[in-house]
């Protein structure tokens, strides 16, 4: 069933699937680094990706638009491109969120098709977009918190909330605050141990070849139905451990936090 719309100059027909990917728009407010919003804005004139970077980034967006299913496969370029009034929606965010989020950081790269920005924030479905981490089907994945290992198991991303209010279950409220501003305090799963495979990559990323990313958001929610994004701080490196189950590690940040984060963590924690 289509429904009416009424665009910047005229009423069009809006079919149901580019009506749903409207209604999803709100989920992108947390965007502010310029990567996302330059290619948004070539996006939004029709103009492809140039290489494999570009085209996670057009995937980051399209997974948040259409869903973890569509957004991982051809068949969110086809919508796109008939969708001309969610490309119009998306146009018109960018200058807004340049205005509102716009991140200056430090140059960082962890390889040339991962597009992150450093102290941006990502919605899970993005992070899984942006390293190509699909479900057998071949579906985006979502990410909360906790850890997880990215295909090629290249990276372990460490997913943070501060603020754990909201947990019911006492072993879920993990002791994860930061110490200072390159320094931050984090608790593995209450199963681990040190000689457990999680455990030995955890304290020595290194000698398995993994490279462990901090991700850090403030609570689970940022407004009742949205779900908060994640600040990417960056690599981290072990620098100190204690016990098991959990295993408590202090990771030393090669980037020094937004001192928000610092604040509000210090707060939560």
């Given amino acids: 069933m289509a429904v009416a719309a009424v665009g910047r100059s005229r009423s069009r027909i809006v079919g149901e699937e580019e009506r749903a990917a409207l209604e999803s728009v709100h989920k992108l407010i947390h965007v502010g680094d310029e990567r996302r919003l330059g290619m948004w804005a070539r996006l939004a004139s029709l103009e492809s990706p140039v290489d494999e970077a570009e085209r996670r980034l057009a995937r980051m967006l399209f997974a948040v638009l259409y869903g973890k299913e569509i957004g991982a496969g051809t068949r969110a370029e086809a919508l796109w491109a008939e969708h001309g009034l969610l490309r119009e929606e998306i146009a018109a965010l960018v200058p807004i969120l340049r205005e509102l989020n716009g991140v200056l950081t430090p140059p960082h790269a962890l390889a040339p098709e991962i597009p992150l920005a450093l102290h941006a924030r990502y919605l899970g479905v993005e992070l899984s977009a942006a390293f190509d981490h699909r479900t057998r089907e071949g579906h985006f994945r979502d990410y909360y918190t906790g850890v997880e290992l990215t295909h090629g198991k290249k990276f372990d991303l460490l997913l943070v909330t501060l603020d754990k209010a909201a947990a019911t279950k006492e072993h879920l409220r993990y002791r994860d605050f930061p110490l200072n501003e390159k320094r931050f305090h984090w608790q593995s799963k209450?199963?681990?141990?040190?000689?457990?495979?999680?455990?030995?990559?955890?304290?020595?990323?290194?000698?398995?070849?993994?490279?462990?990313?901090?991700?850090?958001?403030?609570?689970?929610?940022?407004?009742?139905?949205?779900?908060?994004?994640?600040?990417?701080?960056?690599?981290?490196?072990?620098?100190?451990?204690?016990?098991?189950?959990?295993?408590?590690?202090?990771?030393?940040?090669?980037?020094?936090?937004?001192?928000?984060?610092?604040?509000?963590?210090?707060?939560?924690?």
């Fill in 190 to 269: 209450a199963r681990t141990t040190r000689e457990s495979p999680e455990g030995r990559r955890h304290l020595d990323p290194a000698r398995y070849s993994v490279t462990p990313l901090l991700f850090v958001r403030e609570r689970a929610d940022e407004r009742a139905g949205v779900t908060m994004a994640f600040r990417y701080l960056g690599p981290v490196e072990p620098d100190g451990a204690d016990g098991e189950r959990p295993i408590t590690i202090e990771w030393r940040l090669r980037y020094a936090m937004p001192r928000e984060v610092l604040v509000s963590g210090r707060v939560a924690g």
